[in-house]
Structure formats: C-alpha cells, structure tokens
C-alpha cells in the first residue's frame, strides 16, 4: 500500500499480487469524504462519506512522550496517546477492549507506526515501511476525466466496504449530482 499526503487530502494505494491494476482511495479528511475506483471498473468511482467513528489511521488526542524509537530508517519519538472521553483509544471506535495507543512520531509530524492494545495484547495497527519527503503533485489527489462518480448513500458504508451487519444491500447507489 502506498500512501500520499497533500493539502489535507489522502491517496492510498493498495496492489494485491493476484489482482491485475491496483484500488485507489482518494480521502478528503476534512470533508470525510472517501472516494474509491477499482481496476475492474476503470471509468466510475464509489464516493463515501465517512462517519465520525472511522478515524482513518489519524491520531487525535494528547499524549505523553514515552521514549524514542525508529520506522522507515527515520527516527521518531514515541507518545502513549491519551485516550478521549467515550473510551475511545487514540480517537478510534474500536470499543471498550482496546487499551492505549502508542505512535511513532517524526520531529515534523508523520506519524511512522501506531501500536493499540487489544484485549490485552498489542497490535501494530500501521507501520510505514518507507517514507519520501517531497512536494506532492496535485493530480494524485484528484480523479481522472471522464471518471463517473457514484455516491453511496448515508448509512450503506459496510455494504461498500463490503463489511456486512455496517449497511443495508449496496443496490440503491445514485449517481452524485
């Protein structure tokens, strides 16, 4: 996976060895918009908005500098985030058996790895394998032309997402005005 960040925007990209293209995410975090296009339809995208409760790997919070650490070949300072009211851990919405949320944390704010205790064991949520400085180009944070945006309706992300019990059946996409 691959990931970009520019002006507020998120563009992931996930190949997978047995899937000829790759699936692009294009995520506007202040919006909570995610849109989405997948190799087998090259010409139309999926556009979700994204409720509160899916923190997208973004930490918020305070926290505690613990100690220092390494990721990427970069060093970073390690912080135990604080958890929010609600119990949510690091921001998310994992639920009441998640404990605390540690990151890996460059001088200038890239956040390297997450680690979050779940049910009493700890989990490496993300961790970057390689990190580039360098001025994004705008383009990869927008659509191709011609690309056909269809807006999933609100409360169909798990059906998009193809997690079941989180929507109703993905039949009613409407196109986005």
């Known amino acids: 996976m691959d990931v970009a960040h520019s002006q507020g925007k998120l563009r992931v990209e996930m190949t997978k060895p047995n899937v000829p293209g790759s699936i692009v995410g294009i995520i506007d975090l202040r919006a909570r918009r995610m849109v989405v296009r997948t190799p087998n339809l090259p010409n139309m995208a999926v556009e979700i908005e994204l ?4 923190a997208l790997g973004i ?8 100690g220092e650490s390494q990721a990427a070949g970069e060093p970073c300072d390690l912080w135990k985030i604080d958890t929010p009211a609600g119990g949510e851990a690091g921001g998310t ?6 404990g605390p949320t540690t990151a890996c944390i460059t001088s200038d704010g890239i956040a390297l790895r ?4 779940v049910q009493g064991k700890k989990q490496t949520v993300f961790e970057a394998l390689k990190l580039t400085r ?25 059906s998009a997402l193809g997690l079941p019990g ?5 039949l009613d996409l ?3 005005p």
């Not at 919405?93 to 998640?98: D, H, I, L, P």
């Open 93 to 98: 919405a994992m639920g009441a058996s998640v």
């Open 51 to 54: 409720p509160p409760e899916f």
């Open 174 to 176: 409407v196109p986005k």
């Open 59 to 66: 930490l918020n919070g305070s926290g505690l500098r613990v």
């Open 134 to 158: 360098a001025p994004q180009d705008p383009k990869l944070f927008q659509l191709p032309a011609g690309v056909q945006v269809m807006k999933v309706p609100k409360g169909k992300i798990g």
């Open 166 to 170: 989180l929507g109703g059946p993905l």
């Open 114 to 117: 997450t680690e979050v205790e």
